[in-house]
């Protein structure tokens, strides 16, 4: 019994995260100037690269398969988030829209910047992260 409350815990923490991750990146454009922009990039930069890295899986999204089942092997299943079953029951238009957000965001930043340098990682970030959802999405 002691060992179910831990993991509810657990599951627990991990979703307000999530919750407040998806809050962040569907709202920074609206909240934030643009001298923090770069962070943005930064951090959804970071976010496709460990997906990349951790075979298409969110880090958190695999410490919550882990809880549920010690056993879960990494990139066995990236497409199953047992946070969106709980909060989204799964739906595939609320990830879509979140990632919409994401990409929105990007050509915000992209459009009110000046800078070369800025506007390269944007790309990149973009076409990363385009690539990691489509091969999670589509190919696997």
């Not at 922009?37 to 690269?49: G, T």
Request: proline share 3%; charged share 15%.
């Amino acid at each position: 019994m002691e060992n179910q409350h831990v993991k509810n815990i657990g599951l627990t923490i991990s979703y307000i995260i999530h919750m407040l991750g998806e809050f962040f990146l569907c709202i920074y454009i609206f909240i934030f100037p643009a001298k923090y922009d770069v962070y943005y990039i930064c951090y959804i930069f970071l976010l496709a690269s460990l997906k990349l890295i951790f075979k298409y899986e969110c880090i958190i999204s695999y410490f919550d398969k882990i809880i549920v089942d010690p056993n879960y092997i990494l990139g066995a299943n990236p497409k199953h988030v047992p946070y969106k079953e709980v909060m989204y029951n799964n739906s595939f238009y609320f990830m879509c829209f979140l990632t919409l957000m994401i990409w929105l965001n990007l050509i915000m930043i992209f459009s009110r910047n000046k800078s070369v340098c800025i506007h390269s990682f944007c790309i990149v970030t973009l076409i990363l992260s385009f690539f990691v959802e489509y091969k999670i999405n589509y190919l696997l």
